[in-house]
């Protein structure tokens, strides 16, 4: 009963600081502007991911386990939000926000402790490979790429916080089956904030004007708690989740992200530079309307997400999760390639 009662704190919370913070947003400037490149007819407050961490901070001050293994990420989170809000305000160059990422994911490695040391049989040759000293950078960029994928996949109302929603469903299903019920309960609380979020975030539910966004400061932090799950689960003598099968977790924000960069750098262009090559403009170009783009997007996510999962369970080889999210990444822009030439409006900066 008593985790229960924590979940709906969590979530009727975040419903209130939202509602708090919103007319305080508009008075300072923390909003988004609408122009050419956003869909967004009135400003909207960049409050969401203010939100979101004061509410997950603050309910897990109500849980009734140790919280000792989060310390470092309470910590990360905290300096996170700062870079993030900053950014939602001021909007910081990209130097300043990746400074304020590696400065993290230092802390997290070097101080956590958390480390990818092994990356399994990868090559089909029956040896588990580890990394020696490239622990710590490879760890390093690990987490900043998956704070960039969440970052970068939150471009369309309901998207970014969707699919941590999909992959937090899937992570507590394998806490569940593995016995980490501490850590299973730290993704249903998270979960169930990131739902109040959404009804906040998708306009037809509150209406244009009282909608709001997550900004920076909560893509951002989605995508250090997804990092942060995944090598926490992944890692240890008995780890609940395949490495190889995190890509999959991950999922479409990573997918796209890779996808995003590679298409940028084939192109000739700065991998940093905003265009609209994403999946959600790609698929919005074609046709589909806001909330069908939504359902098929996340609808894509959960059958990855899927994948992770079921691999996980069943142990799958290493090599072969590897191998299919290679495959699956060459389509995808192999895919994006053929649009390029045949439908090349789809694809166009515009």
Not at 184 to 208: D, E, H, T, W
Not at 286 to 304: D, R
Not at 322 to 342: G, H
Request: proline share 4%.
């Amino acid at each position: 009963m008593r985790e229960y009662f924590i979940y709906g704190f969590g979530f009727f919370a975040t419903l209130f600081i939202i509602w708090l913070l919103s007319p305080v947003a508009r008075n300072i400037g923390l909003v988004d502007e609408p122009n050419t490149r956003k869909q967004h007819e009135f400003p909207v407050p960049l409050i969401g991911g203010i939100a979101i961490v004061i509410t997950f901070l603050m309910s897990l001050l109500l849980v009734d386990f140790t919280l000792q293994p989060l310390r470092i990420l309470v910590f990360g989170v905290a300096l996170l939000l700062l870079v993030g809000v900053l950014d939602d305000h001021r909007d910081l160059p990209p130097f300043g926000k990746l400074l304020g990422q590696v400065a993290t994911s230092l802390v997290l490695v070097v101080i956590g402790g958390l480390e990818i040391q092994f990356i399994g049989d990868i090559f089909a040759t029956g040896v588990v490979h580890g990394l020696g000293f490239l622990a710590i950078p490879v760890t390093v960029l690990f987490i900043i790429l998956v704070i960039n994928a969440y970052n970068l996949i939150d471009g369309h109302d309901g998207l970014a916080s969707g699919c941590l929603v999909v992959s937090l469903f899937g992570l507590a299903f394998l806490c569940f089956k593995s016995g980490e019920i501490n850590y299973q309960r730290i993704c249903l609380l998270l979960l169930s904030i990131l739902v109040a979020f959404m009804l906040y975030n998708l306009p037809f539910i509150v209406g244009k004007r009282r909608q709001v966004f997550m900004g920076d400061a909560g893509s951002m932090f989605l995508g250090l708690f997804a990092a942060f799950m995944i090598l926490e689960l992944s890692t240890g003598p008995e780890p609940s989740l395949k490495l190889t099968a995190a890509p999959w977790i991950l999922g479409l924000p990573l997918l796209d992200m890779l996808g995003v960069v590679a298409y940028r750098i084939m192109g000739r262009k700065s991998p940093v530079k905003a265009d609209r090559s994403h999946i959600h403009h790609i698929v919005r170009k074609a046709g589909l309307g806001n909330y069908s783009t939504l359902l098929v997007l996340l609808a894509i996510h959960f059958g990855l997400v899927a994948v992770g999962v079921w691999g996980s369970r069943h142990n799958w080889q290493d090599y072969l999760l590897f191998r299919y999210a290679i495959c699956l990444l060459v389509f995808y822009l192999l895919a994006k390639w053929v649009m390029s030439k045949t439908l090349p409006k789809i694809l166009s900066t515009d």
